[in-house]
């Protein structure tokens, strides 16, 4: 992902997302040097992407997102596995990230590819009502 790619990616963050990332949040990710990818389709139009930092000997997972309209076709579990792969290559022992309580489908997706469950954020993330917990999961490395 570079600094150009950001109005897409806000762009898709926006459609896929009641709570979307500021285009803020995206620049701040670049400037701290924050490994980060776009996938692209035939066009070379965006169409998902992914964020992650490295803390030590962790990867933390700060933001994953496929353009709906992309959606249901394989492409998250694709930037999943690019993340995981990632991660081994850098030596990380852990790949951490929060997911919404709500967000059965993400949930689902992380539980195929590895993930377990560690914790609940309580009211982590703003939500309609108030706000909404956080499922944290995680991938131990050191067993691959």
């Not at 709906?68 to 792969?85: C, F, M, T, Y």
């Not at 469950?117 to 917990?133: F, H, I």
Request: net charge negative; charged share 20%.
């Amino acid at each position: 992902m570079q600094a150009n790619d950001i109005v897409d990616v806000v762009s898709i963050e926006q459609e896929a997302n009641q709570f979307p990332w500021s285009t803020k949040n995206f620049q701040d990710c670049l400037k701290a040097n924050n490994d980060a990818w776009v996938f692209v389709d035939n066009s070379d139009d965006i169409i998902a992407y992914t964020i992650v930092q490295k803390v030590v000997d962790e990867t933390h997972l700060l933001n994953i997102c496929v353009k709906p309209s992309a959606q249901g076709k394989g492409l998250g579990r694709e930037v999943l596995n690019h993340v995981i792969d990632f991660a081994q290559s850098i030596s990380s022992i852990l790949i951490v990230l929060e997911v919404r309580s709500s967000n059965q489908r993400a949930q689902q997706l992380y539980s195929q590819a590895g993930f377990n469950e560690m914790s609940v954020r309580k009211n982590y993330y703003p939500a309609t009502d108030g706000r909404e917990d956080a499922v944290l999961m995680g991938m131990d490395l050191s067993f691959y």
